[in-house]
């Protein structure tokens, strides 16, 4: 399918990069697609994915390391980087994460989760109705379009409601925003 919710989002996700970034970390990288917009704004990236097939699959590009690698086990040096991105991969492994990479934000620096959250509230239902004709909509006039890779990293189920995220945000990632998004996302940003 050309259209991806994930890849939908790349572009609100490049405005919450601070003007100044130097060093990305883009955690669970799959193929490396927002890796490779993060180094054409000039950051110098390390793609970092658990899964051997996406990063063998993943185009080699100046200014991108690929890592096949487990976050949670992978030691990441305090304070090196200027922008970290978690698309649609945080709920594949314990929210705890947030923690390390908090760490390893650079002073002024950016953490930025595009996140996947189990439905459960009045609310949560509602945005999802008004998700699926847009998403059919969307889906439909992007028909004849291949895909932007033939190989697809895995998929999880989110376990975590949108308020439990909230709630561990808040004791993890004090003061950072969280943002509802249409398609089944939400948005936290934590600035260092």
Not at 18 to 34: H, S
Request: include cysteine; hydrophobic fraction near 45%; charged fraction near 20%.
């Amino acid at each position: 399918m050309a259209f991806n919710h994930n890849d939908h989002y790349h572009r609100l996700l490049l405005r919450q990069v601070p003007p100044e970034a130097q060093r990305g970390l883009d955690v669970g990288c799959g193929t490396g697609l927002f890796a490779r917009r993060l180094a054409a704004r000039g950051l110098d990236v390390d793609a970092v994915d658990p899964s051997e097939e996406v990063i063998a699959a993943a185009p080699a590009i100046d200014g991108v390391r690929f890592v096949q690698a487990d976050i949670t086990a992978m030691p990441l040096p305090k304070g090196r980087y200027d922008f970290i991105s978690c698309l649609a991969s945080l709920h594949h492994m314990p929210f705890g994460t947030v923690s390390g990479l908090r760490e390893a934000l650079a002073p002024g620096g950016v953490l930025a989760v595009l996140g996947c959250y189990r439905g459960s509230s009045w609310s949560d239902h509602l945005v999802s109705a008004a998700a699926v004709p847009v998403n059919a909509a969307a889906r439909l006039a992007l028909s004849g379009r291949p895909a932007a890779s033939p190989v697809q990293a895995p998929v999880a189920t989110a376990s975590m409601t949108l308020d439990e995220v909230r709630s561990q945000a808040a004791d993890l990632l004090p003061g950072a925003g969280i943002r509802r998004l249409l398609f089944w996302r939400y948005l936290l940003v934590h600035r260092n």
